[in-house]
């Protein structure tokens, strides 16, 4: 059975199936990486670990290091090849665009802190002030386009509560003619349900109703409607000494 050994990068034990010096992947990885890193910059391999171990960039001091393997990148000098340290990827990419050269740092420096303000470009309306009116320009225009969709929403509400209106007024004068005609009806049918000879043929209550669909709409006057409907169709108004009653009509309901 295989003894467990340490690994030689991070110290964790493990059993090795074969001549493994590391305990997996990560750390051959990660030594790979060192030698790599100590053969480029001719430094041992403490001093390798040394300056991947940095944990913010020399100049920014920023904890980020930009690159993907989160490692700050190791600084040298391109005349002499001494390690200078462990940058980030904008400082690192700020030295090499400035060539190393002092003298373009300095006058990067220089760029920075002079009051610019005195420039032909800057005078007259600032940028700020530009920047400010055209907001404004546009806030005011998007208001404006704001208050006419009101407007015209709050005119369209209005139209639609003038029709609402103009269809509850029409359903009321509905609603009022149904109940004048339904009390019509029941004036009629009241004349109807006299009490009449025991042989006189009596008119159904629904051959009054059909008759009363029939004839009463738009008619000015329903009962005198349906007088004449029933008359039409044979019927005949019979007056007793206790009131009146239709007869002659044989029709099913």
Same mark, same amino acid.
């Given at each position: ?15 090795? #199936? ?9 750390? +051959?990885? =990660?030594?790979?990486?060192?030698? %790599?890193? *100590? !053969? ?90 530009? #920047? ?9 225009? +998007?208001? =404006?386009?704001?208050?006419?969709? %009101?407007? *015209? !929403? ?100």
């Amino acid at each position: 059975m295989a003894m467990a050994k340490d690994c030689e990068q991070c110290g964790t034990p493990f059993v090795p #199936t074969g001549p493994a010096r590391y305990c997996g992947d990560d750390c +051959r990885t =990660e030594v790979q990486a060192v030698q %790599l890193t *100590a !053969s480029t910059y001719a430094l041992t391999l403490e001093q390798t670990r040394a300056v991947r171990a940095v944990e913010a960039c020399m100049i920014c001091r920023s904890t980020i290091s930009g690159f993907e393997s989160g490692i700050f990148a190791v600084d040298h000098c391109h005349d002499t090849g001494v390690v200078r340290g462990a940058l980030c990827q904008s400082c690192n990419f700020l030295l090499g665009n400035a060539r190393d050269d002092v003298d373009v740092l300095f006058s990067a420096i220089k760029y920075l802190v002079k009051d610019h303000s005195t420039e032909p470009w800057n005078q007259g309306r600032s940028r700020q002030d530009e #920047t400010a009116q055209r907001q404004e320009t546009r806030l005011t225009a +998007r208001l =404006e386009r704001a208050e006419r969709t %009101l407007s *015209a !929403s709050e005119s369209r509400v209005r139209e639609l509560e003038a029709i609402l209106a103009e269809v509850s007024a029409d359903t009321a004068l509905a609603a009022r003619r149904r109940a004048r005609d339904a009390e019509a009806l029941d004036d009629f049918l009241k004349e109807m349900v006299t009490p009449a000879p025991p042989d006189s043929p009596r008119i159904p209550a629904s051959t009054v109703r059909a008759a009363w669909s029939t004839w009463s709409s738009g008619a000015t006057c329903p009962v005198q409607s349906l007088h004449d409907a029933l008359h039409k169709l044979g019927g005949t108004l019979r007056r007793t000494n206790t009131g009146r009653y239709w007869e002659g009509i044989a029709l099913r309901d």
